[in-house]
């Protein structure tokens, strides 16, 4: 495309175009930024005052039962799961994602006896990081941590102490993307099993966990999803590690018999196993909104339309912001690229302020990247092309070159 | 009191009377289970619709900043610290009770080199004991747990292997309460540490961790701090713990510098280190709407209120359900009461499920037991008496032996 005439007929021509009137976003704005915080579902807002006045106000205690609290989890769980590629009993909604994969390491180290290494890479998104860090300090069992500095190393790190791999499949900074199939048919080969963290995958690239022989996976659902700020994660496993899963973070949603108050713990059949604590029903709750929007799309469409999206927007930026510092560092293959993309500017921080300020919402992440989300569902083809336009604009006027601009956020 | 007419005029002269009018109850409700799910703040459908239609709707990924999304765990524990009796910067707003404890626990063992028993009781509310399970059998290191079968074991249990004590202050079935001070001096008098699950007590009667001598305590915002469904649970640690304070699920949110995207994990300064994941912010923000109430409330009118409707509810049943087997397992003793008061009828089940059918909701635990939750900020002295008239009939007329009052719902 290289008229904005082109992309506005892209737009008109497009099957998933008609999903966005589903979507409440801020007039003025182009959001870029739902690899971060997805949109708001229009029927968030009905969905929230629904469980605040009528379940909480008025059924008080009994929307435990008549509002199906207790099996939100699980049924939340069953209409994610066609968007992982796995059946419907074997996902749950619930806890965040760094507890959730607390949880499966736990359950993937127990069954490994012997195996003392954990490989991960340098570059994964860092509570992963943190979380395998905190169990093995914990545990004080010998564990290590190997870290790979990109994906070609991955099969030297496979050596047969290693337990368990764990890695994102769409990489938080540059948008980079695992082949699932390749790295866990690698695994397995040396008895390793493999976690996937799908945070930025989930929603937004087409998944198959059960036919690429995935072990477990946990993820977000408040980015490509759109359940809200915050909103619970989700965890999957195998159903062939299903009956051997055993998690120390054994609360009472996940007893055999939870209303029994037995003083042993004994965990449920099934999913219900993953669960822990009472969750935010309010927050969890509206992740439904999310995914009765996505349920309504194709995800090979999606995928179709995000490199779609993706392609165009480097190529824009390439023609149009050529005379300024700006290094691609997505993956441009197609098969390596998940559904955002991200550059270096050595003014990275600024740049981003000063496109925010002008309604182009994209993020920044250190060291000096800028960060977009193409997100198919309720970005078109015209928005890409209009904040390649801000974007050039920033950088031909030096609009960011303004001190409120490099003044650091307590978030950024 | 020996007359409606007399509750009603102790009704009238409650100084805590007018903050019922901020609540919203259902018409035709004695709601007497604050104690399991806390009743709405009418400012909860404004704060709700607040966080989802403008932070996230309009403002979206900017609310980290603007709307203060990234303080609010901490800025709610200020406002929750009063209430317990501590200072603004010691206690967080944040994931599950049951995750909370896991985290205390294991800070707690960690200073506790060579001593290997855990302390708690067989009535603790079952979720207590199957964390600790949890913990004990992910660890493997020796671990024994030694439960209690009442208040007056605890002087025998506390050997010089004891490592830490767990106890409920409130037990959420009896509703006995234990003398926090003298069990924290106890327990630190054979070097015991003692984790207090705040859960029943909360908002509930007075609190003075830091006086008392607590060393580390958990507990839930959406019972008597009506905080909303499955809303975050709190976590404060003694001061002088807070630096040697380490937890296991260190995640992005307990970093020292959580944006800066270190691989490696260095725990934040302070309270934050007690945090994990991302929080569910819809149902972290309603929190405020109860703590907001409970702020304009002395503690001690609370008690003193809690006291008189328990006493009054005590004598109303024993004087019009004499004929009946209510068999009362909450002390008489005001010093060991929390505040709720429970009965055991050997068709407890049924009894609950007929009242409820009349508009008065109670809950039921098992075995037996018939559990009211009185709470001061919302139930009235005429609330009791009409309760009790009801209660009353039900179990004269027989009204709960029917079959559909005996089918188990999927929660009770």
Redesign the interface.
């Known amino acids: 495309m290289h008229t904005r005439d082109e992309c506005v007929a892209a737009d008109r021509a497009d099957v998933l175009a008609p999903l966005k009137q589903q979507f409440?976003l801020?007039p003025g704005?182009l959001?870029l930024?739902g690899n971060?915080?997805g949109?708001?579902p229009r029927a968030?807002?009905a969905c929230?005052?629904a469980?605040?006045?009528q379940?909480?106000?008025?059924?008080?205690?009994?929307?435990?039962?008549t509002a199906g609290?207790?099996?939100l989890p699980v049924r939340l769980g069953a209409k994610l799961a066609p968007l992982l590629g796995v059946a419907g009993q074997e996902v749950v909604v619930t806890?965040?994602?760094?507890?959730n994969l607390?949880k499966v390491l736990?359950a993937a180290l127990r069954t490994q006896a012997g195996r003392k290494v954990i490989v991960s890479e340098?570059d994964?998104f860092?509570?992963d990081?943190?979380?395998i860090?905190?169990?093995m300090?914990?545990?004080?069992?010998g564990y290590a941590l190997r870290?790979i500095d990109d994906q070609l190393s991955l099969a030297d790190a496979l050596t047969d102490d290693v337990a368990v791999v764990v890695l994102s499949h769409v990489n938080y900074?540059s948008g980079a993307m695992y082949d699932m199939a390749a790295v866990s048919a690698q695994a397995h080969a040396c008895g390793a099993l493999v976690i996937w963290d799908l945070a930025h995958a989930a929603g937004a690239v087409p998944l198959a966990l059960s036919a690429d022989g995935a072990d477990f996976a946990v993820g977000?659902t408040?980015k490509y999803l759109n359940g809200?700020?915050?909103?619970?994660?989700f965890l999957w496993v195998a159903p062939r590690h299903q009956n051997t899963f055993w998690?120390?973070?054994?609360?009472?949603w996940s007893?055999k018999r939870p209303?029994?108050?037995?003083?042993?713990?004994e965990p449920a059949e099934g999913v219900r196993r993953y669960l822990?604590?009472?969750?935010?029903?309010?927050?969890?709750a509206?992740v439904e909104c999310g995914l009765d929007i996505a349920a309504q799309a194709d995800m090979a469409d999606v995928r179709r339309k995000s490199l779609a999206l993706s392609d165009l927007f480097i190529a824009l930026v390439r023609q149009r912001c050529a005379d300024h510092p700006l290094a691609l560092i997505t993956p441009e293959a197609h098969a390596r690229r998940g559904s955002h993309v991200s550059f270096r500017h050595p003014e990275g921080y600024a740049v981003i302020q000063a496109l925010?300020a002008r309604g182009v919402?994209g993020?920044y992440?250190?060291p000096e990247v800028l960060r977009f989300g193409l997100t198919p569902l309720y970005v078109g083809y015209a928005d890409v092309w209009d904040a390649v336009e801000v974007l050039r604009d920033v950088l031909d006027t030096r609009a960011w070159d303004q001190p409120q601009f490099r003044q650091r956020?307590?978030?950024?």
């Open positions: 409440e801020p704005v959001y930024d971060s915080l949109a708001k968030a807002d929230a005052a469980v605040v006045a379940q909480w106000g008025q059924d008080l205690i009994r929307s435990w039962n609290w207790f099996d806890d965040s994602t760094s507890l607390f736990a340098r994964n860092p509570t990081l943190y979380m860090e905190g169990m300090d914990f545990l004080d069992q870290l900074r977000c408040y809200g700020p915050g909103a619970p994660a998690q120390p973070l054994s609360g009472w007893h209303f029994a108050m037995l003083d042993r713990y822990c604590g009472t969750q935010p029903i309010t927050s969890l509206l925010i919402i993020d992440r250190e956020a307590a978030v950024t």
